[in-house]
């Protein structure tokens, strides 16, 4: 696309039919949320040549939205 690379964090799944994943460009922590079937993910995954987030990734781009979100990771409202 703009051949910078491509992120894709699974997020979960509806209905035993659909792919629930953030997609990225360039930066994995700014992405926008989609939800395909399973052959339409595979298909984007390919197309876009992805590189899939690991669990700890995720985890990392989580809390660093705490941050944003709550002012310092941790905090309870």
Do not use: N
């Not at 997609?23 to 939800?35: N, S, W, Y």
């Amino acid at each position: 696309m703009t051949g910078q690379r491509c992120f894709v964090r699974v997020t979960g799944t509806r209905d035993a039919r659909f792919v629930e994943f953030e997609f990225a460009i360039g930066d994995p922590a700014l992405a926008v949320e989609l939800v395909m079937q399973f052959d339409q993910f595979r298909e984007f995954c390919a197309c876009h040549a992805v590189s899939h987030l690991t669990p700890e990734e995720g985890a990392r781009i989580d809390y660093e939205r705490m941050k944003w979100r709550y002012g310092a990771p941790g905090i309870e409202h």
